[in-house]
C-alpha cells in the first residue's frame, strides 16, 4: 500500500474522531501517535463506536479477537491494523 493511501486512513479516521469524539481543546494536540484513550480523546463507548466506524470505512470485519487497546490505541496503529485485515482478505 502506498503511503499516501496509509495517511488517507489516518486521515479518515481523525476526521471522524474529530467530528464525534473529539475532547481536547485545540486539535494540533491530536497527531498520529497520540494514545487515544490515556489521552482522554476516546472512552471505552468511544471505541466501540471508532470500531464500527473502521468496519464500515475500510470494508474490513473486526474480530472479537482484533478488539484489542494495541489495535485502536493511536491513529498509527489503526492504520496498521486495517492495512493488514486488508492484506489479509485479498
Not at 498520529?32 to 464500527?52: K, M
Not at 468496519?55 to 486495517?82: H, P, W, Y
Amino acid at each position: 500500500m502506498e503511503i499516501k493511501e496509509q495517511v488517507a486512513i489516518k486521515e479518515q479516521v481523525r476526521r471522524y474522531i474529530l467530528a464525534h469524539h473529539f475532547s481536547v481543546d485545540r486539535d494540533e494536540d491530536f497527531t498520529y501517535e497520540t494514545d487515544l484513550v490515556n489521552s482522554g480523546i476516546l472512552d471505552s463507548f468511544a471505541l466501540v463506536d471508532i470500531v464500527g466506524f473502521v468496519e464500515q470505512a475500510f470494508g474490513i470485519k473486526v474480530d472479537l479477537d482484533d478488539f484489542v487497546l494495541k489495535n485502536f490505541s493511536t491513529l498509527e496503529m489503526v492504520e496498521r491494523f486495517v492495512v493488514e485485515k486488508q492484506r489479509q482478505s485479498v
